[in-house]
């Protein structure tokens, strides 16, 4: 092949669509448990993060509260990947070759978010959410009532990682923020610095947004083992959350997302009918589940 402008033109159309084919074909998991938002800005701020005050009788003027703002920013942050084509694997006719390559980066691509997503749930334990405390703590300041007091939505331990999450609402436990999407790019023209010094083309892939959380009331972790008295434990937790003004914030867990090592575990309590002993399940079918390997 005579290594010229179009022939490198036509290359660049098949491995775009080998891209696309790959991005088009991978199923990520991020959006059943974070809530995608659109940015326009270097960084976004989610002050606002706080509770909406409940409806009330409308009995001459409006009263107005303050949403509580908290100071808690999500800074989109740059990706990339980039492969070399050797110019003499084009000359050669060979360049077929690297398609897969190109349509796995489009698989990468499109499952990136569930890596910045799921990796940041597991770091739950050890990140700071919009109230100043870890996403997962034992003593998240609350005020219900009037009454200052601290919330725990964790249990301790050493066994791996598991979470229940209510994705019921608009805004998800956990943000994933879009500022770029990803697109497939490349450096391939026969006079480029690249081409001169190393003998290759590059084709790559590049985008914008950051992962951040939501509201740590919807979501519980822990660590202890997963077990029937652990589970009813931590839904009766977050079912137990109150709102500043005292009303039920009516959390229900709707997800129960675990790792490999926790698979078995969660299927004998979730899809099981039965118990071990023969007794029905009380907790059958409760929740959805979703395995991911950032938990273990």
Known sequence: MIVNSAALSNLFVGYKAAFQQGFNEATPDYTKIATEVPSATAAEDYA?????????EWIGDRVVKDITAHKYTVTNKSYEATVGVPKPAIADDTFGVYKPMMQEMGRAARMHPDEMIFSLLSAGFGTLCYDG???FDTDHPVLTDGTAGTVSNMQAGTDPMWALLDTSRALRPLIYQKRQEYQFVSVDKPNDESVFKSNQFLYGV????NSGFGFWQMAYGSKA??????FRAACEAMGALKSDEGRPLNIKPTILVHGPSNRSKARDLILAANLANGQSNTEYQAVDLLQTGWLD
Request: no cysteine; proline share 9%; aromatic share 14%.
């Open 225 to 230: 083992p997963l077990t029937l008295e652990n």
């Open 48 to 56: 606002w993060l706080g509770e909406w005050p409940r409806l009330r």
């Open 133 to 135: 405390q870890n996403f």
């Open 206 to 209: 590049d985008g914008r947004g």
